[in-house]
C-alpha cells in the first residue's frame, strides 16, 4: 500500500451528471466486493425504474429529510437540484465501517468537497471528467433517465462543477470506457484494496 494513503477507510467518486461515475462504482462494487460496501445516500427524488430503496438510495420524504437534517444525522447534505435533497447518514457510514468495508461513495462535487473535509487523510476523492460538454450532453440523453429541462439544469450545473476540479486527489478522464474502467481498479488496487484481489 502507498505510504501516503495507509489508512483510507473511505473512496469518493464525484463528477458533473453524466460523466459516468455510477458506471464506475457499480463496475468497482462487482470487482471489489469484499474490500469496498457502497454507501447508500438518502434522496427525495422518486425511484427510476430498476432503482430500489436501500439498494440504489433511501428513498424518503422531504418533511422526513428536513426532519434528519436537524437531528444531524447528516455527514453531509445537499439540494442538489431545487427542491430535491441528497444526503449521508451518518449511520450509513458506521454500518460500513462496522462490517470491515471501504465506504464508496456516488455523491455531487459540493457533498464530496464536505465528505473530503469530514474525512481528511482517511478519504481519497477521485474527480471523473467527461471529454467535453458535448458527450456529456449526449451520455445524459442517451441515459434517457431525464426530462429535457432537467438535462440543461444538470448541463448547467456541470460547467460550474467542472471548476472544482483540481480540488481532489485524483482527476480520471471517462472517454473510452473499458480504459477508465482499467484505471478505476488500478487506482482502487493500488490506494484501497491492496489486500484483495479483483475478481
Ligand atoms: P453519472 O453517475 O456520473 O451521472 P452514469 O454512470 O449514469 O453517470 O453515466 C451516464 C451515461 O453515460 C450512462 O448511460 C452510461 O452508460 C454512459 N457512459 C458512461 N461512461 C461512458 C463512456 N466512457 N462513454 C460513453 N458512454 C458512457
Ligand atoms: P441522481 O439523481 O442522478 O441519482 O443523482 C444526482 C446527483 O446527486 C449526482 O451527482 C449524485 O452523485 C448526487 N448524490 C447522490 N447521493 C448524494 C449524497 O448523499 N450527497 C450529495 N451531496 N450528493 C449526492
Not at 431545487?82 to 457510514?93: D, I, S
Not at 467527461?130 to 434517457?144: G, K
Not at 440543461?152 to 486527489?169: G, M, V
Request: glycine content about 6%; some cysteine; hydrophobic content about 40%.
Amino acid at each position: 500500500m502507498s505510504p501516503f494513503f495507509t489508512a483510507v477507510r473511505a473512496v469518493i467518486f464525484t463528477a458533473p451528471s453524466g460523466a459516468g461515475k455510477t458506471t464506475i462504482v457499480h463496475h468497482l462494487l462487482r470487482q471489489y466486493s469484499d474490500c469496498l460496501g457502497f454507501s447508500i445516500s438518502a434522496t427525495t427524488r422518486p425511484p427510476r425504474p430498476g432503482e430500489s430503496h436501500g439498494v440504489d438510495y433511501y428513498f424518503i420524504p422531504v418533511e422526513e429529510f428536513r426532519r434528519r437534517v436537524q437531528t444531524n444525522a447528516f455527514l453531509e447534505w445537499e439540494e442538489v437540484y431545487p427542491n430535491t435533497f441528497y444526503g449521508t447518514l451518518r449511520t450509513e457510514v458506521d454500518r460500513l465501517w462496522q462490517s470491515g468495508k471501504v465506504a464508496l461513495f456516488d455523491i455531487d462535487v459540493k457533498g464530496a468537497l464536505s465528505i473530503k473535509e469530514a474525512l481528511g487523510d482517511r478519504a481519497l476523492a477521485v474527480f471523473v471528467h467527461p471529454p467535453d460538454i458535448d458527450s456529456l450532453f449526449q451520455r445524459l440523453r442517451r441515459r434517457n433517465t431525464e426530462a429535457s429541462e432537467t438535462v440543461q439544469l444538470r448541463l448547467q450545473r456541470a460547467k460550474e462543477e467542472l471548476r472544482y476540479r483540481f480540488r481532489f486527489d485524483i482527476v480520471l478522464y471517462n472517454d473510452d470506457l473499458q480504459s477508465t474502467l482499467r484505471a478505476a481498479e488500478r487506482i482502487v488496487q493500488y490506494y484501497v484494496c491492496s489486500n484483495s484481489f479483483g475478481d
